[in-house]
């Protein structure tokens, strides 16, 4: 297309924008508007991709972290033929593929859910990472983000990295148009602000007129002959560009515009452009997935091992079987055991420092690419990141996460390292996966089975020893439990995860020498909860007693209540949890002070026994 013809895509997605937002009665045209320019360039000029193929291997991949601009996207897939005008209207109508905020659940394009701002340059980092060290073919990444969004620390979270990745295979597009939400951005039009930043982070950066087709032309030339570097394209433009009585006017985010037709006449009117995107390259398929068996590491019973070193082990041994598998870690590996993988494996291995966003991103990214994606830290750490998590799920993203050092079970490192709040976190993630092993082999055989599993899954891993409980053999069903001890006369039951496993375990032990068989479950799949097992429990001995190192908040407890929620009697339940704050403390002081210890366990059956007696 020639200047006037990118000028006028550039209208027409404009008033496409202004037409939607219209027919909803909702949106954000406003922010659409200023960027409209920069869309027009990028579609007809610079984006190889084949909309009737959006798995090419060769496709350029295109974010929109100002995800509340979605009218652009949509307007930007009409004028390329993907969608029609009809199906332009349904925006943010029940059942339209067309989304308030765009997400690959709905549309096939879409690489990545936004909308929680801050969040596509740290995924678009992630997608350009696996096309640089994994995928090796020359897509592009183009990322536009508004400036706003700029305030997030995610967004230099992903700035350092790409920078220190020297992904060249990499575009933001920040659109600077000044307005936030409530009035002005912290550095409004200043784009020498932001170019420091940047170029702080090793960044190549080009400060440009938003609105001049040619200067955002050159501008996208020269990140792409740019070498070794990401490019930071800055433009500057204005909100509500083209329309008099909205243009850079406070007080009117998120909102139609007044008079929708009055603003499309002065637009110039509908129009019909179409745009003929470059077709991507030829590239070679993905990755194939090897379809070994995984030899798993096998650990003989009474054998004593932490399950975060089964962890990294199975990874290992699973990275072996399948080269799909990619470790990521947040310079903590020799801790959560991923250095195993990192070993053997090193070119699937990616080190995100102490950055769990951007590590919980680069995982979303690398998902979105097809591969299969083990990402660890501490589990407390991964707090941080939850709201990545959160959007993972929108996403449908696959993800695994694996924490480890959870609970008060660590020791003398105190509660700033304890991770007491995952469970509940995780268990809270749309069709996430929770998994709480509480031996060597059992955590080999889950590790393996994440890599086939939908949607969001977490295992939470320990630091110290544990005894092996289970033969290399046993098969651990997601979804199932295991009933550890049982008989007729079982007058309560048990139900543990994890490092509680052995504490139970040993309280029944006690409180059988006392007379009072109890049963135990180790109920190492969190969600989804085995409730068929848990219900038989609750009939056969009338009461549940349930034990972990977590706080009685959404873990354990509330997971076995899950069993419940179908309207039936729900059976008398009593819950030992960590309740106080802990401090210092050697792993056996802090589960005894914790009251999840064996004895603790073994004082709380006796009483409940006792109560039984008396009722």
Partial sequence: MNTGELVELGQQLRVDSVRAAAAAGSGHPTSSMSAADLMAVLLAHHLRYDFARPAHPGNDRFVLSKGHASPLLYAAYKAAGAIDDEELLTFRKLGSRLEGHPTPQRLPWVETATGSLGQGLPVGVGIALAGK????????????CGDSELAEGSVWEAAEAAGFENLDNLVAIVDVNRLGQRGPTRHGHDLDAYARRFQAFGWHTVEVDGHDVDAVDRAYGEALSTRGQPTAILARTLKGKGVGGVEDREGLHGKPLPDADEAIAELGGPRDLRVRVHEPPAARVLHAVESRSAELPRWDKGEKAATRDAYGKALAALGTARDDVVALDGEVGDSTRAEFFAKEHPDRYVECYIAEQQMVATAVGIAARGWVPYASTFAAFLTRAYDFV?????????????????????????????????????????????????DANQTARLVAAMADLDGIRYLRTSRGGSEVIYGPDEEFPIGGSKVLRSSAQDRMTLVAAGVTVPEALAAADALGREGIPVRVIDLYSVKPVDRATLRQAAEETGCLLTVEDHREEGGLGDAVLDAFGDGRPVPRLVRLAVRTMPGSASPEEQLRAAGIDAESITAAGRLLAEEAVVA
């Fill in 133 to 144: 060290r994994l995928d090796r073919t020359g897509y592009r990444v183009w990322v536009l």
């Fill in 390 to 438: 959160r959007m993972a799920a929108v996403s449908g993203s696959g993800i695994n996460l694996v924490g480890s050092h959870a609970g008060v079970a660590i020791g003398q490192d105190g509660p700033s390292q304890m991770g007491l709040e995952d469970l509940a976190m995780m268990r809270a993630v749309h069709g996430s996966t929770v998994l709480y092993p509480c």
